[in-house]
C-alpha cells in the first residue's frame, strides 16, 4: 500500500490526466479571431486590419500555452459577467487557451 501522500498524489496526476483526455480540444484560429473582430470587436478605434494584426500576434504569442485551462475569479459585476461569458470564449477560440 502507497503512503497517504503517495496516494493523493497519485490520484491527483490520475484527476489531471483524465481531464486532459477528455477534455474538448480548443484550437488557436485565425478564423475564429476574423469571425471575433467582424461579430463582438467593433466598433473599435482600430481598423479590422489593425485588429487581425494584433490577433495574430496574441495566438503566436500563446502558442505555447494552448491546450492548458486557465481558471479565472471574478466578482459578479456587469464588465466581469461580459468578460466571462463573452470575451472568455473569444480568448479561448483565438489563443487555443481554455478559460473556465
Known amino acids: 500500500m ?3 501522500k503517495s496516494r493523493g498524489r497519485l490520484l ?9 483526455a477528455f477534455a474538448a480540444p ?4 485565425e ?3 476574423k469571425k471575433w473582430i467582424d461579430s463582438e470587436f467593433q466598433p473599435s478605434t482600430l481598423s ?11 495566438i503566436k504569442a500563446a502558442e505555447p500555452f494552448k491546450g492548458m ?11 466581469h459577467e461580459y468578460e466571462a461569458k ?15
Open 69 to 79: 485551462e486557465i481558471n479565472v475569479v471574478s466578482e459578479t459585476i456587469t464588465t
Open 31 to 33: 478564423a475564429a479571431a
Open 12 to 20: 491527483l496526476a490520475a484527476s489531471a490526466m483524465a481531464l486532459i
Open 86 to 100: 463573452v470575451l472568455a470564449k473569444a480568448f479561448s477560440e483565438i489563443t487555443g487557451i481554455k478559460l473556465t
Open 2 to 4: 502507497l503512503p497517504s
Open 48 to 58: 479590422k486590419d489593425e485588429q487581425m494584426r494584433e490577433m495574430e500576434w496574441f
Open 26 to 29: 480548443v484550437r488557436a484560429d
